[in-house]
């Protein structure tokens, strides 16, 4: 008797235990991730940029200075490292380069990467 009332409890406890639903818990709701804010490292296409124009000696490959450039009506000197800060769009320009004992050189270039290396010669060399 004791072993029958024993069964039958363990075989309650067995159909409790199988019969009572597994439900996961609900899961926390899921937030965005905010955005973060784009930092402006380069002004968009048509705006003002800060356009960056080296001069190379195209024989002899060394940078030159004092050249005079001219850009989007604007004109820059060039440092004693043959290079020259302009402000302009950054699309597709007209470069004209003046230097002493050069070839006066005209380009157009493309300024969507902000800077540009031209190479001018010297007549004598040529």
Same mark, same amino acid.
């Not at 075989?11 to 159909?15: F, G, H, K, R």
């Not at 380069?42 to 705006?47: E, V």
């Not at 969507?112 to 800077?115: A, D, N, P, V």
């Given at each position: 008797m004791i072993v029958r009332v024993l069964l039958v409890a363990a075989?309650? $406890? +067995? +159909?409790v235990g199988c019969g009572s639903?597994? *439900? $996961?818990a609900p899961a926390p709701p899921v937030k965005p991730k905010p955005k =973060?804010? !784009?930092t402006p490292a380069? !002004? =968009? +296409?048509?705006?003002l940029a800060p356009l960056v124009v080296t001069i190379l000696d195209g024989d002899r490959r060394v940078r #030159? =200075?004092? $050249? /005079?450039v001219t850009l989007w009506g604007r004109v820059g000197q060039t440092d004693r490292h043959g290079v020259t800060v302009i402000k302009g769009p950054r699309h597709r320009l007209e #470069? %004209? #380069?003046v230097a002493k004992g050069y070839t006066t050189v005209t380009r157009r270039l493309n300024f *969507? %990467? /902000?800077?540009q290396t031209i190479?001018?010669?010297q007549p004598d060399l040529q």
């Open positions: 075989l309650v $406890a +067995l +159909l639903s597994h *439900q $996961a =973060p804010k !784009p380069q !002004p =968009p +296409l048509g705006q #030159v =200075p004092g $050249a /005079r #470069v %004209r #380069v *969507q %990467r /902000r800077r190479r001018i010669y």
